[in-house]
Nanobody
Framework: QVQLVESGGGLVQTGDSLRLSCATSGGTFKSYAMGWFRQAPGKEREFVASVNWSGDMTFYGDSVKGRFTISRDNAKNMTYLQMNDLQPDDTAIYYC???????????????WGRGTQVTVSS
């Protein structure tokens, strides 16, 4: 069974940076595309970023382009989300997910972590 565990969330101020990490265990990490999604209270789960199995193809949601960077380390079974210039609208629970392809639709991902809270104060 594949398990994903997110870490690195917290309370920051507008303009600050955070790096989220996602540790994957119980499967063949290199066989999965990885994605980050987020969900704010009362809103649907939103695509943030994704990366293919090798790390050479990345995709971003429009609201985070130019500010967030997704990466992965296949030797360590880790996925990262570097978040710069954080804004109050970035406040949400951030989830890591594993799937076959780096798509934007949450339903296409088979495995999910429990999430990590990111709160950006104004």
């Amino acid at each position: 069974q594949v398990q994903l565990v997110e870490s690195g969330g917290g309370l920051v101020q507008t303009g600050d940076s955070l790096r989220l990490s996602c540790a994957t265990s119980g499967g063949t990490f290199k066989s999965y595309a990885m994605g980050w999604f987020r969900q704010a209270p009362g809103k649907e789960r939103e695509f943030v970023a994704s990366v293919n199995w090798s790390g050479d193809m990345t995709f971003y949601g429009d609201s985070v382009k130019g500010r967030f960077t997704i990466s992965r380390d296949n030797a360590k079974n880790m996925t990262y989300l570097q978040m710069n210039d954080l804004q109050p609208d970035d406040t949400a629970i951030y989830y890591c997910a594993a799937g076959s392809l780096p798509l934007v639709v949450p339903l296409t991902y088979k495995y999910w972590g429990r999430g990590t809270q990111v709160t950006v104060s104004s």
